[in-house]
């Protein structure tokens, strides 16, 4: 049963238990939160749109989540896990939606959501060796730039969201940030800060794990329920594969793909039944372990952001999320 958690436009201040000492924000048996001030006063419909697609779908009212005492579901083993009702603003299921936890490369969102608030869509990028040879990002997730390359922001957005290539991302920040990956970082913090993520803090575009760096189940459902104003990222989440056409070094016009690494998105992985799956973005590393957020639709039309993180395996993380949507119905 939805157990219903109807926003009131006041502030709300949740106090949840715990100390807060360095790394340990990390261990699954000894979850630190910090009180958690959240301000709901909010007229997004105001917020400046520089990328010019963003609409007010979902925007007058944010889920607030108080006791989670009242949901227990044993099959849900990820250190996290939400579902959030957010055409009625109410709370489906929250397990330790306060927690910190590393992102990993949902991170990623807020780096799109700050390209679309800040930057141009037709801008175009070219990527250079600082970015195509970074030492930290050989190994990782890559959407595979070539150096001296021209890409769009809307192809690199693609880049960051679909194959979840790090370099896209970093491409992204040194872009819209001025050349300084290190401003665009300032102005994710700050976009946080705005949309009343408290819980969150970045220090990359990527995700890649650093002590510093870490979010909650709740901030990301802020992040996500942002950029579903803006309907270049909703029709960027519901694609499974992505052609596109870039200019490489030498002036001559190049094909490329990307692919969704989202298995609902690529049809590898079914929603459960009268559910539609309105894709979302992925996260992986050895810290992170899985992790998912994704928004979806019922038969009337309800709109739901769920979020996953720390599952202990790709097939867990699906099958938990399979079990998270299925409360839509219960």
């Known amino acids: 049963m939805i157990r219903k958690k109807s926003v009131q436009c006041t502030l709300i201040t949740l106090f949840l238990a715990g100390s807060l000492t360095g790394c340990s924000l990390f261990g699954a048996s000894d979850p630190l939160l910090e009180p958690y001030a959240v301000a709901y006063n909010t007229n997004i419909s105001a917020m400046q749109d520089m990328a010019g697609d963003r609409t007010d779908l979902f ?65 175009s990028v070219t990527v250079g060796d600082d970015i195509v040879k970074k030492s930290e ?13 021209t890409y769009t922001l809307e192809q690199l957005i693609y880049g960051a969201l679909l194959p979840s290539g790090n370099d896209a991302a970093l491409a992204i ?20 800060k705005e949309l009343g993520a408290t819980g969150t803090n970045f220090v990359n575009p990527h995700g890649l794990t650093d002590e510093n760096h870490y979010s909650t189940a709740y901030d990301i459902y802020l992040i996500y329920n942002e950029l579903l104003q803006y309907e270049t990222f909703r029709n960027v989440v519901q694609t499974a594969s992505y052609d596109y056409t870039y200019t490489d070094a030498a002036g001559a016009q190049v094909s490329g793909n990307f692919k969704t690494t989202v ?37 009337n039309g309800n709109q739901y952001v769920s979020v996953i993180l720390k599952a202990d395996s790709r097939e867990q993380l699906y099958y938990q999320m399979n079990q998270l949507l299925q409360k839509i119905y219960n």
């Open 59 to 123: 925007a007058d009212d944010l889920v607030v989540v108080g006791d989670e005492s009242g949901y227990q579901d044993e099959t849900i083993k990820a250190e996290a896990a939400i579902i959030y009702n957010v055409t009625s603003n109410q709370v489906v299921f929250s397990h330790n939606a306060f927690e910190r936890l590393y992102p990993a490369s949902i991170t990623k969102l807020m780096t799109v959501l700050v390209a679309l608030k800040y930057g141009n869509l037709s801008d």
């Open 173 to 192: 920040a040194q872009h819209v940030g001025g050349g300084n990956v290190d401003e665009f970082i300032n102005m994710m913090n700050a976009e946080a």
């Open 263 to 299: 298995k609902y998105t690529n049809q590898e992985v079914t929603p459960p039944e009268n559910v539609v799956a309105l894709g979302g973005k992925t996260g992986t590393t050895s810290a992170a372990m899985y992790c998912l957020a994704m928004s979806s639709q019922d038969t």
């Open 137 to 149: 990002l050989k190994g990782t997730s890559l959407a595979k730039l070539q150096s001296g390359c």
